[in-house]
């Protein structure tokens, strides 16, 4: 058996920290998540999104993702990429959408079919979801107003967008209006 001097495992521990220090580990690769119906996947989501379990939620979600750039302070048509998408997380998943997300049952999710609802086979192209998959979508609807003034009453919504892709249910395009 080789025999290896102390000062070397005292470097390899330097040098370990200071890649901590440092921030340049390699990043964490996302758990595998093998989700085949959403009845199996939003359960898991919910307790991903409650969790703040993002490594989990890396592999829950279908990167780059499209809808998501406005989150970052960008307002075109780009999609935001994994390394992108965790530095936002808090204004992508805001206090009142976790909360909607966590409470809300598979049952209650809108369920739309390709051909049967108002989006286009673009809009399922571009998020990646073959033709005849099922998408479902969470609402989440933001009503503001000035205390006592219904004349400055403005309304936004955040639609959260699921589908099988390939063979697993992701979190797969975000839709916000208002």
Same mark, same amino acid.
């Given at each position: 058996?080789?025999?290896?001097?102390?000062?070397?495992?005292?470097?390899?521990?330097?040098?370990?920290?200071?890649?901590? =220090?440092?921030?340049?580990?390699?990043?964490?690769?996302?758990?595998?998540?093998?989700?085949?119906?959403?009845? %199996?996947?939003?359960?898991?989501?919910?307790?991903?999104?409650?969790?703040?379990? %993002? &490594?989990?939620?890396?592999?829950?979600? @279908?990167?780059?993702?499209?809808?998501?750039?406005?989150? =970052?302070?960008?307002?075109?048509?780009?999609?935001?990429?994994?390394?992108?998408?965790?530095? @936002?997380?808090? &204004?992508?998943?805001?206090?009142? &959408?976790?909360?909607?997300?966590?409470?809300?049952?598979?049952?209650?999710? $809108?369920?739309?079919?390709?051909?049967?609802?108002?989006?286009? =086979?673009?809009?399922?192209?571009? &998020?990646?979801?073959?033709?005849?998959?099922?998408?479902?979508?969470?609402?989440?609807?933001?009503?503001?107003?000035?205390?006592?003034?219904?004349?400055?009453? %403005?309304?936004?919504?955040?639609?959260?967008?699921?589908?099988? $892709?390939?063979?697993?249910?992701?979190?797969?395009?975000?839709?916000?209006?208002?």
């Amino acid at each position: 058996m080789k025999r290896y001097p102390l000062q070397f495992f005292g470097l390899l521990l330097i040098l370990s920290l200071s890649m901590v =220090a440092c921030g340049q580990l390699p990043p964490l690769k996302p758990k595998p998540v093998d989700f085949r119906t959403i009845d %199996t996947f939003w359960p898991a989501f919910q307790e991903a999104i409650t969790m703040r379990d %993002t &490594a989990t939620l890396s592999g829950m979600i @279908h990167f780059p993702l499209d809808g998501a750039a406005i989150f =970052a302070g960008r307002f075109d048509n780009s999609k935001l990429q994994a390394k992108e998408f965790f530095p @936002h997380y808090d &204004a992508i998943f805001d206090p009142l &959408a976790r909360e909607r997300i966590t409470n809300t049952p598979a049952d209650d999710l $809108i369920l739309f079919a390709v051909g049967e609802d108002a989006y286009s =086979a673009s809009f399922y192209e571009e &998020a990646g979801i073959e033709e005849g998959e099922a998408l479902y979508r969470l609402d989440v609807l933001y009503i503001d107003q000035e205390e006592g003034d219904p004349s400055t009453t %403005t309304e936004s919504s955040v639609s959260y967008c699921f589908a099988r $892709i390939g063979d697993y249910f992701r979190l797969c395009r975000i839709l916000a209006a208002g």
